[in-house]
């Protein structure tokens, strides 16, 4: 009776997972097939299939609505988010393995400070951001992303990895310097390697945020050029005239493709590296 019962408790869960990944795929699905529809059809009909396969809103899409097409947008949100993402991961590493690993004085009041920063919300940083950006003449360039990455301005990754160090036994640290390592032979050769799920949880999250971020660039960047894919699409939406869903649609679609593929590449190591940065003794 035992073992049916465990049998029906994984038959049932299993179940319940199934249903949830539906739920939440469906969506996606919908804006899969919505690209091939009409305006009619997307808001007239409740059937999920188009009723004919044509891609000519992806085609209509991509060309654009101006002097820039869809993979200029797309080839800004790379140039704007990859350095970003490498940057971040540079500063959190080197941020979390000094509070981790090294005691100083004013360790604990710059942790203090580190922490309670998370608690500002964005909306309070923007003025002062922006003034400062100005003065320097950041603004309407990518150095208003690259330069906080770079210098720890993102205290939630930094805490991330921080925990994450924490979490690794000191005696390798101890067995390294045996050995002869110093304290950077010591990150890059024994501790980083080790680190591989909390590095892909923070890569993961700040591509995905960079990405999709709307409020930031739109502050920052003012040249069409320069345009990540997120401020593209809402120059596709006219309000001043009718709009044909369609081609948005796909370049929607088209948009979430790379934070899709990152995140089931990367799954894995993602859910280990958020479960495993915890807040330890």
């Given amino acids: 009776m035992s073992r049916k019962k465990s049998k029906l408790g994984v038959f049932g869960r299993y179940v319940f997972l199934v249903i949830v990944g539906i739920v939440t795929l469906l969506p996606l699905v919908w804006l899969f097939f919505a690209t091939f529809?009409?305006?009619?059809?997307?808001?007239g009909s409740n059937s999920l299939l188009p009723s004919h396969f044509s891609f000519d809103s992806y085609i209509k899409g991509w060309q654009g609505s101006g002097q820039f097409t869809y993979g200029r947008f797309l080839l800004n949100s790379f140039l704007l988010t990859v350095p970003t993402v490498l940057f971040t991961i540079v500063s959190a590493i080197s941020v979390g393995y000094g509070f981790a690993r090294f005691n100083f004085r004013g360790k604990k009041v710059l942790k203090i400070l580190?922490?309670?920063?998370?608690?500002l919300p964005n909306a309070i940083l923007i003025?002062?951001?922006?003034?400062?950006?100005?003065?320097?003449?950041?603004?309407?360039t990518y150095l208003?992303?690259?330069?906080?990455?770079?210098?720890?301005?993102?205290?939630?990754?930094?805490?991330?990895?921080?925990?994450?160090?924490?979490?690794l036994p000191k005696e390798l640290d101890e067995a390294?310097?045996?050995?002869?390592?110093?304290?950077?032979?010591?990150?890059?050769?024994?501790l980083l390697p080790l680190c591989k799920p909390a590095v892909c949880a923070v890569g993961l999250l700040q591509f995905i945020w960079i990405w999709n971020?709307?409020?930031?660039?739109?502050?920052?960047?003012n040249s069409v050029s320069k345009y990540p894919v997120a401020l593209g699409l809402r120059m596709s939406l006219d309000s001043q005239?009718?709009?044909?869903?369609?081609?948005?649609?796909?370049?929607?679609l088209t948009a979430i493709?790379?934070?899709?593929?990152?995140?089931?590449?990367?799954?894995r190591y993602f859910v280990e590296g958020i479960a495993s940065t915890g807040i330890k003794d």
């Fill in 37 to 43: 529809k009409t305006n009619t059809e997307i808001f």
């Fill in 127 to 140: 003025v002062p951001r922006y003034i400062l950006f100005t003065e320097l003449g950041w603004n309407n």
């Fill in 213 to 221: 971020d709307y409020f930031n660039v739109n502050i920052y960047i």
């Fill in 114 to 119: 580190l922490i309670s920063t998370l608690m």
């Fill in 257 to 267: 493709i790379p934070c899709v593929v990152l995140f089931f590449a990367g799954q």
């Fill in 241 to 252: 005239a009718a709009i044909d869903w369609s081609p948005i649609l796909a370049m929607s």
């Fill in 144 to 167: 208003t992303f690259y330069i906080p990455a770079l210098l720890g301005c993102y205290p939630f990754f930094t805490y991330q990895m921080m925990q994450y160090f924490r979490g």
């Fill in 176 to 190: 390294a310097r045996i050995d002869g390592c110093n304290s950077f032979s010591l990150l890059t050769k024994i």
